[in-house]
């Protein structure tokens, strides 16, 4: 519906403006838009918010963004799969909203002139902008941290937060926070969410490969239902069969119940959970020591620690627990972190604690470009600290 | 705590922005009310052209290449009936913590706005020198 206007305008007036400003009327298309503020201008409640036209089109088809984040936090706007950091951006530039408007390709030539009669809804200044970012995880990890699922939890009725209470607490989408879930290796217990204890974790996944011994099943063949069902008498089903998941994968060619054993994983499981227990080894001993832990068949390689460890430029060299998800979230600190613990790093080695920093728009040789200094020594390419010595 | 954005019940409008340069008469909304603008010609190349005032200014037509949303803040009730409690318009800040009402937060995505037309060149004044004769 239109707005009364305010004022009166005839073809002939804009007719008498147009030859003013030294306009030829016949070199102009035959449609003259009068443009005026509707009587009702929208207020502060109404903001303009850039999205990519990927955004636009979930919008128009119903999906929904979530602002998310607790006091404290810097608002995100989270889509199902996606992270954004919100920006305010000014422009010096007065933006005014029409909701109608008349493109010259929409005008044919031939008619003759016609007014028509445009509402301007609101002026702005500002426009918010969004900027991808990697997902909040971090807290993901802290909030499941606080209660983890130990051998008690099942007799004591150990409460967690549900997904519900994630999404109102993590700023990361739907999508990031599962993916999560599965990186940590947490478990779903009732509708709850855990991570779960070493310990607990250390005596189920010993039952796993011990049933696995027992029946002389081979790594890449063994099956789920009866080992779930066996262990079941010690360990209550639902576990025990999330963390054989956690440990085997669905055996490519093999049948709907032979998965295949993740030896990488066994064995940087048994690796963490040694380095746990003590501050640091020597690396001879603690290489002799993990070779040992693991079951029979599988073989040790210090690069199923990546990301879990430090090796440190000692003689003789030491080896201590050093995970990613321990350092500063910031890139700057992160790097200062990393080249005191070590003076140079190659690429592969420092790719597993900074990759959870990168964006698309970042990879991990841009941001050690950008923020370290690369040397050469002996013909191998190290990264260093980009100031001081 | 989260707050939605989404589109409710009708789909967004298409809506169009005119950016010019530099601030309008005044900011003050009372002000502007009801008052004319301009008038928005096009040559017959598809240049846009919008006088105001005793201004002439030049544009051209630009395809955003990120789309602009129109976001209304506004209350619902809580138990997602969708039914508008109070529309919100003295500008507070996007975090609102009403926690304790029977309602929350939305954000209501009114309008998208995919194209627009920019003038950028400088205003051209125009001079009007009355003929002999006229009474203006």
Known sequence: MEDPLLFDRSLADVSTMVEHAKLVESDLLPLSQVVSFTTNLMGDNIKLLEVSKEIASELEAGDVLTLRGEEGDNTVICSKTKTFDIKEAETSNSLLLVSQLTFPDQISKTDSRKLGWRSVGGVFYKYLELQEVRPKLRKLLQLLSETPFTEDSSRSGQVGPSFGELLDKVQASEEEIKVGLKEFECLEVEKMWFVLDQDYQMKILSYILRFFDENSWKFDCVQKKETVSALSELVPENIVSQVFSFYCQPMTGGGEDEFSLDTDKVC?????????????????????????????????????????????????????????????????????????????????????????????????????????????????????????? | MQFIVKSGASTPEEKFIIEMQGDL????????????????????????????????????????????????????????????ISGNSDGEEMMDLDAEMETKTEYRVKSIIRKKLVFKTRPKPIIVVPKVGESN
Request: proline fraction near 5%.
């Open chain 1, 268 to 389: 940087r499981f048994y690796g963490d959970f040694l380095l746990a227990a003590n501050t640091g080894y020597l690396l001879t001993e603690f290489l002799e020591m993990w070779q040992k832990a693991v079951p029979d068949g599988i073989t040790t390689d210090i690069a199923q620690l990546a990301g879990l460890v430090l090796v440190e430029d000692k003689e003789p060299p030491v080896i201590k627990r050093f995970t990613e998800s321990s350092l500063p979230p910031t890139i700057t600190e992160r790097l200062t972190v990393l080249f005191t613990a070590r003076e140079r790093w190659t690429v592969e080695e420092i790719s597993p604690f900074v990759s959870t920093l990168t964006t698309s728009k970042l990879n991990v040789k841009a941001l050690l470009t950008k923020y370290a200094r690369p040397i050469n020594m002996g013909g191998t390419k190290y990264f260093c600290a980009k100031h001081g010595k």
């Open chain 2, 25 to 84: 008469e005044s900011r003050n909304k009372e002000h502007l009310e009801g008052k004319f603008i301009g008038d928005l010609h096009y040559t017959k190349d598809g240049t846009p052209i919008i006088i105001i005032g005793h201004h002439i200014l030049y544009g051209k037509v630009v395809v955003l290449d990120k789309p602009l949303v129109a976001l209304e803040k506004i209350q619902v009730s809580k138990d997602g009936s969708d039914s508008l």
